[in-house]
Structures are given as structure tokens and as C-alpha cells.
């Protein structure tokens, strides 16, 4: 098929606009199974997490179909209106949820390590009190949104820097984001909840012994595991 290379530097949404010309052009019919994501990223010259982004994006707009265990299937050839991805205004819940976690391995490494030298009683009592909410949450089977968002919040706070703060809450607004949603439909379950809560103790601990290394280690490990986990096959996803 005519796939004209697209530039590394670009964003998901340069993406997703190739894939409706595409559509649009009839070379992907509705009813139509896409190619496999690795196959999408090496045509289009991109990384696969750009490529599952913009997937994430045409699917909220309800141009393609994610079965998990099949593939991924043309609904509609139409572009939305106010499609996701042509939005002139660029805010954090437009964007694209791996390329979000892979800036939070590197921005919130180093607040946990700042935490930890920093962190005063109010401050852990609050990144405990988190914990547990997420814990709660887990055991009454919702997603430990709330109490996930809570912890991350609490530790930049008790890093004593207000732009990396504001920064880490910019993230949180990000992950409230239709498309980090739909993303975590499929790749959030009881069992991700559970490892994400045991990382979550890792890096308390080695906050209450205000080790900034260990801190550091601790929340970049479980940020690289949560970017594993969302980029994991869509055969492994849960059937919906």
C-alpha cells in the first residue's frame, strides 16, 4: 500500500491522519482488518507506541474497532468533526498516553528521589493514606484510580518543588483523558492493580527511609513496568 514515510518527531495525530487518508482513500474498506500494529510501524517508519496511540485515538472517534484476539477492524471511513487527533489546541487530555509514561519514568524518578530527602510526617502520612485508598479501592473491585493519582500527587508534594508539582498534576490530567482511558479498559485488571499496588509499597518504603536512591530506582521500575503493561500484545488484553 502508498504510505508516504512520516517524520519520527511527529506525534501520534500526524499518524492518525495518514491512517484516515487512508480509509478515506479505499484502501482500507469498512469491515476491513488494519495490519498488525508492528506491521503498521514499520510502513508507516514510526515507533509502535505512536502507532497504538493514534489506533486509541480512531478509536474514540469510532473510525476503527479494537477486537482483542482478532484484530483491529474498519468501522468507518467518515472523519468525526472534532476528531481527537485535529483539535487545534493541544491540552494533556490529548496526549498520547505511552509517550505520558515515558516522560513520568523520567520526571517522577527524580521527585520521589527529592521526596525522600525531603519528606516530613504530614507528607508520608499522606502518601500512606493513598496506599491504602488504592488498596480499598482494589479490594472493592474499582479501578484504584483515585488513590493512584492520590499517591503520585502526595510524593511530589513532599518533594518540595511546585513546578514539579504542577508538572506530575498535568500528567494526572493526561491520564483522566479519554484516550489513556480507553487505553487502561483494555490493559488494566485486578491483577496489573496488584503488582501496581506491591510498587507502589516499594517506593513508600524507601521514602520512609528517605533513600533517594532507592526511591528513585523504586518508582522508576514500577513506571517502566506500568509503560510495559499498556504496551503489551492486544492478544493479551482481556476479552471485552
Not at 519528606?119 to 484510580?145: H, N, S, T
Request: hydrophobic share 40%; aromatic share 6%.
Amino acid at each position: 500500500m502508498p504510505t508516504p514515510s512520516i517524520e519520527p518527531q511527529r506525534l501520534y495525530r500526524q499518524i492518525a491522519e495518514q491512517l484516515r487518508q487512508l480509509m478515506a482513500s479505499g484502501e482500507f474498506a469498512v469491515g476491513s482488518r488494519l495490519p498488525a500494529e508492528r506491521d503498521l510501524a514499520t510502513q508507516l517508519g514510526v515507533s509502535r507506541p505512536s502507532v497504538r496511540e493514534a489506533l486509541i485515538a480512531l478509536e474514540v472517534e469510532g473510525m476503527i474497532e479494537v477486537r482483542t484476539g482478532s484484530g483491529i477492524y474498519v468501522q468507518s471511513t467518515t472523519r468525526p468533526k472534532r476528531s481527537v487527533s485535529s483539535r487545534a489546541t493541544d491540552t494533556p487530555a490529548q496526549w498520547g498516553p505511552l509517550e505520558v509514561m515515558s516522560a513520568r519514568i523520567l520526571v517522577e524518578s527524580e521527585v520521589a528521589a527529592l521526596a525522600a530527602n525531603n519528606a516530613q510526617k504530614k507528607d508520608l502520612q499522606a502518601i500512606r493514606a493513598a496506599l491504602q485508598k488504592m488498596a480499598l479501592e482494589a479490594a472493592q473491585d474499582e479501578v484504584p484510580r483515585w488513590g493512584d493519582e492520590a499517591f503520585h500527587e502526595a510524593i511530589a508534594k513532599a518533594c518540595g518543588n511546585s513546578v514539579l508539582l504542577d508538572t506530575v498534576q498535568r500528567f494526572w490530567l493526561a491520564r483522566n483523558g479519554p484516550l489513556f482511558e480507553r487505553l487502561s479498559d483494555y490493559f488494566e485488571h485486578p491483577e496489573s492493580w496488584q503488582a501496581a499496588i506491591a510498587e507502589h509499597q516499594a517506593v513508600l518504603h524507601a521514602i520512609e527511609a528517605h533513600d533517594a536512591t532507592a526511591a528513585r530506582k523504586a518508582m522508576q521500575k514500577h513506571l517502566k513496568q506500568a509503560h510495559k503493561r499498556y504496551s503489551a500484545s492486544w492478544r493479551r488484553a482481556p476479552a471485552r
